[in-house]
């Protein structure tokens, strides 16, 4: 089955720390991006990657990081510079043509303790 | 810039009755639109898409919109709702660039009373 595969889908992370979600797709798309979704915001876009080895500054991108090294794979890394981590995290792919639709990852929920 | 619009942050409907829910965008040429559905806790699943042509399209789960120019509208309908439909609605824009230009709603949560 194809599909995107997001882990873990609890995360619990101390104040000071890194932490790395993962993003994992098997829909041979070229296009990944990571979203923050708050109560009463909808989605916000963190970064996004529209081919491996390049990324793009979406929305929000202040706080996170990410990688593209393989077609597959499109982690984020959200570093000890943001302030405010605690979301519900997801990760969508898409073909690379204009009139087309993301399929999204079901989720991580990041919370700060 | 584009935008969108979801007026309505909380609808509750009775199992059986119709269900329309508003999605208003602003944008300068035709976008492409979405409605998704989530379930708490989940992702988001594709309901329906307009690209072009015609302008009343149908989608997954019985639901179906109509994208009006004239308003500026893409409202997300079903005639008969089902307890399982209750969820959290968005509707989405894309502009030319791709999706990475996507904007979404801020969602219209509906609840469905027996």
């Known amino acids: 089955d194809g599909g995107i595969t997001q882990s873990p889908k609890y995360l619990f992370r101390k104040e000071g720390q890194n932490v790395t979600l993962s993003c994992e797709q098997n829909l041979n798309h070229d296009a990944m991006y990571w979203y923050r979704q708050d109560p009463g915001q909808g989605l916000r876009l963190i970064y996004y990657?529209?081919?491996?080895?390049?990324?793009q500054k979406g929305d929000i991108a202040e706080g996170y990081s990410v990688s593209r090294e393989k077609k597959e794979s499109f982690p984020l890394t959200v570093t000890s510079a943001q302030k405010n981590p605690t979301a519900f995290y997801l990760c969508?792919?898409?073909?690379?043509?204009?009139?087309?639709?993301?399929?999204f990852g079901q989720g991580t929920r990041l919370t700060v303790v | 810039a584009q935008s969108v619009t979801q007026p309505d942050i909380h609808i509750t409907v009775s199992e059986g009755a119709s269900l329309e829910l508003r999605c208003n965008y602003s944008?300068?040429?035709?976008?492409?639109l979405f409605w998704y559905v989530q379930s708490p806790g989940q992702g988001l699943q594709l309901l329906l898409k307009?690209?072009?042509?015609?302008?009343l399209v149908q989608g997954i789960k019985g639901f179906e919109a109509e994208f009006k120019r004239s308003q500026s509208s893409f409202n997300l309908r079903k005639p008969s709702v089902h307890w399982s439909d209750a969820a959290e609605y968005f509707c989405?824009?894309?502009?030319?660039?791709?999706?990475?230009?996507?904007?979404f709603g801020i969602g219209t949560k509906l609840q469905v009373i027996p």
């Open positions: 969508a792919s898409s073909t690379s043509k204009e009139n087309t639709e993301a399929f």
């Open positions: 990657s529209q081919i491996v080895n390049d990324f």
């Open positions: 944008y300068g040429a035709t976008p492409y």
């Open positions: 307009y690209f072009s042509g015609d302008t």
């Open positions: 989405a824009v894309v502009g030319i660039g791709g999706y990475q230009k996507v904007t």
